[in-house]
Nanobody
Framework: QLVESGGGLVQAGGSLRLSCVAS????????MGWYRQAPGKQRELVAA???????GYADSVKGRFTISRDNAKNTVYLQMNSLRPEDTGVYYC?????????WGQGTQVTVSS
């Protein structure tokens, strides 16, 4: 089970911190990622973190977003700074690739210009 939170409405240039609590069976064995689905577009992976905390980012968010994880709390975070209107969408967390499980409800992020 995946439960995302922390979204909201923010002005361009603002910041948000997203959180995702995952069940232990998902979190402990998997690399994790944050995905974004913008209106009318396919879901895309924007940030990923390995079990050993190696990270990777989509070019569109590199330098602005930071993914982290707390293994003791089965939680993955996404710190989003310098937000832009094109960052608007529903944000989801999940495992990566073939390890993806049922999606949570996501959390809505809306960035106004």
């Amino acid at each position: 089970q995946l439960v995302e939170s922390g979204g909201g409405l923010v002005q361009a240039g603002g910041s948000l911190r997203l959180s995702c609590v995952a069940s232990g069976s998902i979190f402990s064995i998997n690399d994790m990622g944050w995905y974004r689905q913008a209106p009318g577009k396919q879901r895309e992976l924007v940030a990923a973190i390995t079990r050993d905390r190696g990270t990777g980012y989509a070019d569109s968010v590199k330098g602005r977003f930071t993914i982290s994880r707390d293994n003791a709390k089965n939680t993955v975070y996404l710190q989003m700074n310098s937000l832009r209107p094109e960052d608007t969408g529903v944000y989801y967390c999940n495992a990566l690739g073939v390890s993806i499980v049922a999606w949570g409800q996501g959390t809505q992020v809306t960035v106004s210009s």
